[in-house]
C-alpha cells in the first residue's frame, strides 16, 4: 500500500479519536509525518492545517449544543494565541524538535490515563473546581508557546491540566480546547509562514491533500461522538493508548 495511504489511514484515525474529546490531533499527525520521514520544517505546516480543519467543525458542533463556556475559554485562548504566533516563529532542530514533540506526547499520554469523572447532582463542574483550577490562566501562555515551537494547537498540553483540577465539566473542557486549538493553529500558523515562507507551505499543502480529506471526514465523525454518543471516559483512555505508543515510537524514531 502507497505511503500516503497509509498515512491518510491513520489520520483519519486520528482525527476521530482527537475530535471525539475536543482536541485536533495535531501532535499525533506531526509524530506520524515525522515517523514516515517527512521534513520537520513541513510537519508543523501540515499538522496545524489539519487541526484546523478538524477543530473548526468541532468548535461549532459545541457552540450549537451550548457547551462552550465562553468567557473563561475566551480568556485562556486570549493570553495563549500571541504566544503560539512567537513559537511558530523560533527555528528549532530536528533533533531537539523530536525529542521535544514526543516527550510530551508520552507525558500527556500519562495524564489523559488519569480518570475523570463527574460529580453526581451537580452541572457539568459546577462547585467541584480546585484551587489550582484558578490558576490556569497562567499557563496558557506557556503552553500557546511550546505548541507553536512544535506546531501543534496545545489543547492536548491544556485539557489534561483541566481536568485533574475540575476546572469545568469534561464535555465543558473538550468544547475549549477545541475552540483553543483552533485559534492557536492558526496563530502558530502564521508564525511558520512568516519563519519558512508562502512557498513552502503552498507545496505541503498540494502533497497533503488525501490527508487534508481524511481528517475532514474523520473530524465530522468524532465531534458528533464527542456531542451524542460514547463516554467521554472511554474515548480518553482510546486517545491516551494512541498518544502513548507514538509518542514511544517517536523517540526512537
Request: proline share 6%.
Amino acid at each position: 500500500m502507497p505511503l500516503i495511504l497509509l498515512l491518510a489511514a491513520g489520520f483519519f484515525l486520528t482525527a476521530l479519536l482527537y475530535a471525539s474529546v475536543g482536541f485536533g490531533g495535531g501532535s499525533t499527525y506531526a509524530a506520524l509525518l515525522a515517523i514516515a520521514g517527512t521534513d520537520h520544517r513541513v510537519l508543523p505546516l501540515i499538522a496545524l492545517a489539519c487541526n484546523i480543519v478538524v477543530v473548526a467543525g468541532a468548535t461549532i458542533r459545541f457552540a450549537r449544543a451550548g457547551i462552550t463556556p465562553w468567557k473563561p475559554a475566551l480568556l485562556l485562548t486570549a493570553l495563549a494565541a500571541p504566544a503560539a504566533f512567537v513559537g511558530g516563529l523560533v527555528p528549532i532542530e530536528r533533533e531537539a524538535f523530536l525529542l521535544l514533540l514526543g516527550a510530551s506526547l508520552v507525558l500527556t499520554a500519562l495524564t489523559m490515563l488519569i480518570p475523570v469523572k463527574e460529580e453526581a447532582g451537580e452541572g457539568p463542574g459546577e462547585g467541584t473546581q480546585t484551587r489550582w483550577g484558578k490558576a490556569m490562566p497562567f499557563v496558557a501562555a506557556p503552553i500557546g508557546f511550546l505548541a507553536g515551537l512544535v506546531g501543534i494547537g496545545g489543547g492536548i498540553f491544556l485539557a489534561p491540566l483541566l481536568h485533574l483540577t475540575r476546572w469545568k465539566g469534561a464535555r465543558e473542557i473538550a468544547a475549549t480546547a477545541s475552540l483553543f486549538i483552533l485559534v492557536n493553529s492558526a496563530f502558530g500558523l502564521a508564525g511558520q509562514l512568516l519563519k519558512n515562507g508562502p512557498a513552502m507551505f503552498a507545496g505541503a499543502m498540494v502533497e497533503a491533500l488525501p490527508l487534508l480529506l481524511a481528517v475532514v471526514i474523520g473530524g465530522q465523525i468524532g465531534s458528533l461522538m464527542a456531542v451524542r454518543v460514547l463516554p467521554g471516559q472511554w474515548i480518553r483512555w482510546l486517545t491516551a493508548v494512541l498518544v502513548l505508543f507514538v509518542g514511544l515510537r517517536l523517540l526512537f524514531v
